[in-house]
């Protein structure tokens, strides 16, 4: 006989008296980057979970939902793990969600596989973390989802040739593959890559290399946030795009929060990706708006809307399970979820619990004094390659 871990029969007491009490609060704990250099992002993404709330209601089921957050501090995968430990042991919550970045996500895993709680992640996008454990469920994306469509892009467009700038940790490593798959198999050629630290990288010698190299275009993927700021300065600052060399990237480079602190510098960049808040539908304008009046002075991005439709996922399992947060239960009713996003419509992968989203090709251009990201091609439903 098995004898349960010690944070398995702490939990197993607690899932015994939800059942027997199923008009209790409903707590869902968030582990997010509320500090250090990540912190804006996970404001972003907590502000989206709670714009949800507030156009849906705090009641679901019978039950009220409450939100507990914990600050991880960003890649701290030891705080992560420490935090999840504490929200389903002390705060006794039903739900596991937030997980901005990826070693946070695999830190927490193996507590949702042995407590069996659901969890769902709402940015973290290395391929790999929805195998992690049979409770994850992503509404954010991947690295390799959002990398395949530039690839393909590139290769139809005139780029022969490309040199990959990407950072070294595990999305990095997965859009640098994806990207010389995809580009490579479609006839491209890859004349040289390089990976970059994850702190405080200076990205002024990696691009002169490429320069030297003269390829057609640069690939590039850092970590969202002021990375993507000193690269796309430091391109310009080098003279790549004097020189002819383009810039291709993922959308994460250029999201809203950041756009601005670029500048003028990022006019013309090409990026492929799942969300802009310049997104042409009646269900992103409504978003765009709620979330201005909300949020005064902020334009809500990836990672509020990855927060957003996180709540839908668990907003409309509970329905199906009326108000039954058994792990196994409310994966059952998540999967195969399809609903109209504000990023377009989005469908959870019933084999991968992965989302199944379109993916759009972006050029910046200034609107109304405004940089934005102006989708001008899409490729609809596109699965995770990663797991192809």
């Given at each position: 006989m098995r004898i349960p871990t010690p944070l398995v029969a702490a939990c197993?007491?607690?899932?015994?008296?939800?059942?027997?009490?199923?008009?209790?609060?409903?707590?869902?704990?968030?582990?997010?980057?509320?500090?250090?250099?990540?912190?804006?992002?996970?404001?972003?993404?907590?502000?989206?979970?709670k714009l949800y709330m507030q156009q849906h209601g705090d009641t679901v089921a019978g039950r009220k939902i409450r939100l507990?957050?914990?600050?991880?501090?960003?890649?701290?995968?030891?705080?992560?793990?420490?935090?999840a430990q504490t929200?389903?042991?002390?705060?006794?919550v039903d739900i596991l969600a937030g997980f901005g970045?990826?070693?946070?996500?695999?830190?927490?895993?193996?507590?949702?596989?042995?407590?069996?709680?659901?969890?769902v992640?709402?940015?973290?996008?290395?391929?790999?973390?929805?195998?992690?454990?049979?409770?994850?469920?992503?509404?954010?994306?991947?690295?390799?989802?959002?990398?395949a469509p530039i690839a393909a892009w590139a290769a139809k467009n005139g780029i022969r040739t490309v040199y990959s700038i990407t950072a070294d940790y595990g999305p990095g490593h997965d859009a640098e593959t994806q990207f010389i798959k995809t580009f490579t198999a479609a006839g491209g050629?890859?004349?040289?890559?390089?990976?970059?630290?994850?702190?405080?990288?200076?990205?002024?010698?990696?691009?002169?290399?490429?320069?030297?190299?003269h390829p057609d275009a640069v690939f590039l993927f850092v970590p969202a946030g002021e990375q993507g700021?000193?690269?796309?300065?430091?391109?310009?600052?080098?003279?790549?795009?004097?020189?002819?060399?383009?810039?291709?990237?993922t959308g994460d480079i250029d999201s809203e929060d950041v756009i601005g602190a670029i500048g003028d510098a990022a006019l013309g960049l090409i990026t492929s990706f799942h969300y802009s808040d310049a997104h042409d539908s009646p269900e992103n304008h409504q978003f765009v708006t709620a979330y201005a009046k909300s949020y005064p002075g902020q334009r809500p991005n990836f990672w509020s809307v990855g927060g957003y439709?996180?709540?839908?996922?668990?907003?409309?399992?509970?329905?199906?399970?009326?108000?039954?947060?058994?792990?196994?239960?409310?994966?059952?009713?998540?999967k195969g979820m399809k609903w109209m996003s504000p990023r377009g419509p989005v469908e959870i992968d019933p084999q991968t619990r992965d989302i199944i989203q379109n993916v759009y090709i972006r050029r910046v251009e200034k609107i109304d004094g405004v940089l934005k990201n102006v989708e001008f091609d899409k490729i609809e439903a596109v699965k995770d390659p990663g797991k192809a």
């Open positions: 197993l007491s607690l899932v015994l008296a939800g059942t027997a009490s199923a008009a209790q609060d409903l707590k869902i704990g968030m582990i997010l980057p509320m500090t250090g250099p990540f912190a804006g992002h996970g404001q972003e993404l907590e502000n989206g979970a507990i957050i914990k600050d991880d501090t960003g890649i701290a995968p030891a705080i992560s793990k420490r935090q929200l389903l042991i002390q705060d006794k970045m990826t070693p946070s996500a695999f830190a927490v895993a193996p507590l949702a596989s042995e407590t069996k709680t659901a969890m992640v709402m940015n973290a996008a290395t391929s790999s973390i929805t195998t992690q454990s049979p409770y994850i469920i992503r509404t954010s994306m991947t690295l390799p989802q959002v990398t050629k890859m004349i040289g890559s390089v990976r970059t630290p994850t702190q405080n990288p200076d990205f002024a010698p990696f691009l002169q290399k490429a320069k030297d190299l700021v000193a690269a796309v300065k430091a391109y310009k600052e080098r003279g790549l795009d004097k020189a002819g060399i383009k810039l291709i990237a439709d996180g709540m839908h996922v668990i907003y409309e399992a509970l329905k199906k399970t009326g108000g039954n947060a058994n792990g196994d239960a409310l994966l059952e009713a998540s």
